[in-house]
């Protein structure tokens, strides 16, 4: 029996690449489904490639060959199939049923992997009910595979919460939740609780607590992680009564209240913005830490050695908790402009932080030495801390003092790269750079407690904008490349040129290169004898373990050409191992949002330029562009505020052109779609803003859409839907619009577009309701709300309210 025409076509098509074989359509699939059998693997691959673009939902039953057929290629096709995002809620059922039987019974570990990361993307909840089913009876570690589709699915909150109350509540042993699937799960867990509407209550909270304790490692670091996560969405969501609470509701659960403590005084800064709160808190956070100083104290005085060292560990613990303390009350008396109390709390911490990095650490083990590195990392937040407030006290940024803090704090964050780039857990292998932005942009960093608010009660407005800038520039007079957009003081004297003529020294420069060497050999090491023991392992694990290897080996010849360069060039190594950083960005959003488009976008286009002058090195070429792009966003947007319509779209098209060449290079590597999600949501925020800029600037709602449904495309999470609303509710849909509203919460990034969907579907009241809210809740100072009601004022979707006098009072400007 011959194989069909049609199927032959598509092998010569796709294997030969003969221009006279003709393309298959939407018309051909039947055919290639009847006759697929026939064809040898090549023509089956083929095949199967050529259904993933033409296959309809409703040819999808007759698809089932595919999921017996011996090659591996070809089953994997079919997972590809089942995922199309076009299909939506089409043939759900079949397709999760399926993905199941693939899940529960394929040979290959790969095609199992994929089939349970593919019925996550269905979203229903056939598909979500099946995955926690699969969690509970699969063995591992398929049954994590199926953990991880869940926690990645947005309906399967239900069923997280279910999984996670019978892995950590009163069920019985046989019907506990598998420790490895809690540890995927408590994350999304934390996630549900804070997203949505009410805050979640204590008892709610009392899993991540027993999480906590749990006596698996694995899941007692997953409940680390996913309270930190828990609390940088708390940040992210900008409401502080809400995250005050929850904290509050956290220590009922029966939370430590040192961590407790710790958490309240990070929030108070932000986003909360009360430093009185934090100032009682790190003190309280002081009393406990002291407390547990002083029982690791006690324990050493019994003489049990064979504890020794766990109560040494206590003692640390005591002592690092002790000075966050003092460092949190230091930075909260700043916000409350008592330079003197700031100062001498935020000196204790550095006698602190000093003595903690005198113990030396990093002469012990890699779990030590990750300990070191943290001490190096305090020493140098504290460093800059103080350095804020000299600046404050007016001390110039081209003073030698307040330079030499800096040239402190540098030396500290270099230490913590170079132990970094010799650990395995720091993922050093491909990212051994380091850059001023791990430093400020931290969780702890004085630059976003301070910063982030900007109206605390003794640092106004203008002056945390002055602040950053003089920051800026003394950052920029220390190290000039790797501080795009600040001018570098000029005529420094002598003692202040001495601070800054080499403050990366050669010496360091080859201990970076020789501990990541040292890493990339021991895993070269590792990997080689993984795979001479391989034996019976499957095929991909082999490729996998293989291309490993291969990645290995170009990331080595890679270090041995810096090594090469570090005699030939030191200056151009110092710039592949220091990436440039981004603080000029954060102080040109910070200048748009409080009024000052102009002096925003300057800064911006001096960034640019200094990045386009210094250029991209390859070693960063990825992270490179990410620079520019944003770079060109910030300025597309002080164009679209200075009313340029035409230069914001311009600016913001260079985005996106330089986002759609990044891609298109990922996407010929081969690279993960995980990878290349940064980017995709890079040019999503890009197509949005130049969506706005065609609205309400250009006045052209149908380019608007365009770009909107560009960006729709390629992300939908809730900020994606409210704005799909909003275009709807444009468009006349207003059922339409109305049914993607019940998906969308009430909060600080939908207030003003759900403003704008209500006005548009005639719901003035709510409308107005919505503006209200934004104008109150969601910005720091008068500056900013003025430059929202101006922009309310001219938001075509806004036009309706513009009569109403509640909108007027609403949209009237204030004095700053």
């Known amino acids: 029996m011959r194989a069909s025409p049609v199927l032959l076509a598509v092998a010569t098509l796709a294997w030969v690449g003969l221009a006279a074989a003709q393309e298959p359509g939407p018309e051909d699939a039947q055919e290639i489904l009847e006759s697929f059998a026939e064809g040898d693997t090549l023509a089956r691959r083929a095949g199967a490639r050529s259904l993933l673009a033409i296959v309809g939902p409703e040819d999808l039953p007759a698809c089932v060959p595919l999921a017996s057929d011996p090659d591996v290629r070809v089953r994997r096709t079919l997972i590809e199939i089942c995922r199309r995002p076009d299909f939506g809620f089409q043939e759900v059922g079949w397709r999760t049923s399926t993905l199941t039987g693939l899940a529960r019974s394929d040979p290959a570990q790969i095609v199992r992997t994929e089939a349970l990361a593919a019925m996550s993307v269905l979203d229903g909840a056939e598909s979500t009910s099946a995955l926690a089913h699969l969690a509970r009876t699969l063995p591992a570690p398929d049954r994590t595979s199926a953990a991880r589709g869940l926690a990645d699915s947005r309906r399967g909150r239900e069923a997280i ?27 999304a867990y934390g996630l549900g609780l804070v997203d949505r509407e009410s805050p979640p209550l204590a008892w709610e909270l009392e899993p991540m607590v027993r999480a906590l304790n749990h006596p698996d490692p694995e899941v007692g670091q997953a409940a680390v992680d996913a309270l930190g996560r828990m609390v940088g969405r708390m940040v992210d969501k900008g409401d502080g009564p809400r995250a005050m609470d929850t904290m509050g509701n956290l220590l009922r659960a029966g939370l430590d209240p040192v961590l407790v403590h710790y958490h309240r005084a990070r929030l108070a800064f932000y986003p909360a913005g009360d430093p009185e709160v934090a100032v009682a808190a790190a003190r309280a956070l002081a009393a406990r830490a002291e407390d547990v ?31 966050r303390a003092r460092y949190l ?6 916000a409350l402009g008592d330079l003197d109390a700031s100062e001498a709390r935020l000196i204790e911490a550095r006698t602190l932080a000093d003595g903690l990095r005198a113990d030396r650490w990093d002469q012990g083990g890699t779990e ?15 460093e800059v801390a103080l350095v804020i407030v000299q600046l404050e006290r007016g001390v110039p940024p081209s003073d030698a003092d307040l330079l030499r803090g800096l040239w402190r704090a540098y030396r500290n964050q270099l230490g913590t790269q170079l132990l970094r780039a010799g650990l395995k857990e720091s993922g050093a292998m491909g990212t051994p750079q380091g850059t001023w932005d791990s430093l400020l942009d931290s969780e702890l960093s ?3 407690l301070l910063f982030a608010r900007r109206n605390m009660p003794g640092l106004g407005i203008e002056k945390a904008l002055d602040l950053q800038a003089r920051l800026g520039r003394a950052l920029a007079t220390l190290t000039p490349d790797e501080q795009p957009g600040f001018e570098p003081m000029q005529g420094l004297d002598r003692p202040a040129a001495a601070v800054v003529e080499d403050p990366f020294p050669k010496e360091w420069l080859t201990a970076i290169i020789e501990a990541q060497l040292d890493q990339i050999e021991k895993r070269q090491y590792r990997l080689q004898g993984v ?3 391989g034996g019976s392992s499957g095929w991909e694990v082999q490729e996998s373990n293989l291309e490993r290897l ?32 981004t603080q000029a960005l954060w102080l040109a959003r910070d200048l748009r949002e409080e009024g000052h488009a102009a002096q925003g976008r300057i800064l911006a286009l001096r960034a640019r330029d200094d990045l386009d002058r210094m250029g991209i090195s390859n070693a960063w070429y990825f992270v490179g562009i990410e620079r520019l792009v944003r770079t060109d966003l910030v300025i597309g947007s002080c164009y679209t505020d200075e009313d340029e319509p035409l230069l914001a779209e311009e600016a913001l098209l260079g985005a996106v052109e330089r986002l759609d060449g990044v891609l298109s290079r990922l996407e010929s590597r081969g690279v993960s779609p995980g990878a290349m999600a940064p980017f995709r949501a890079l040019q999503s925020n890009a197509l949005v803003s130049l969506a706005v800029n065609a609205n309400v600037r250009l006045g052209q709602p149908d380019r608007a859409l365009e770009y909107y449904e560009r960006a729709y495309a390629l992300r939908q999470d809730e900020f994606m839907h409210m704005l799909l609303a909003c275009y709807r509710a444009r468009s006349g849909q207003p059922a339409e619009a109305r049914r993607v509203l019940l998906r969308v919460r009430p909060g600080p990034r939908t207030w003003y577009n759900m403003a704008c969907t209500y006005a548009l579907l005639g719901e003035s009241g709510s409308a107005l309701d919505m503006l209200e809210q934004e104008l109150k809740e969601n910005h720091s100072s008068e500056a900013s709300r003025n430059r929202q009601r101006a922009w309310a004022t001219q938001d075509p979707d806004l036009a309706s309210l513009r009569e109403d006098p509640r909108f007027q009072a609403l949209t009237r400007q204030t004095d700053r």
């Open 293 to 323: 100083e002083g029982d690791g104290l006690r324990s050493l005085s019994t003489g049990a050695a064979r504890m020794e060292q766990a109560h040494e560990g206590m003692v640390r613990q005591g002592k690092v908790w002790l000075m």
């Open 531 to 533: 795979m001479r023991r």
């Open 368 to 382: 030590l030495q990750q300990l070191f590195a943290d001490d190096l990392f305090h020493c140098a937040l504290v």
């Open 446 to 448: 004085p630059y976003r």
């Open 550 to 581: 291969e990645n290995l080996g170009r990331r080595r010849q890679a270090v041995l050409t810096q090594q090469s360069l570090l005699r030939s060039d030191p200056d151009a190594l110092r710039r592949e191992l220091r990436l440039p950083a």
């Open 329 to 334: 009350e230091g930075l909260g008396w700043f």
């Open 161 to 187: 919460a279910a999984l996670v109350q019978e892995g950590l509540g009163s069920a019985s042993p046989s019907e506990r939740t598998a420790p490895d699937v809690l540890a995927e799960l408590l994350g």
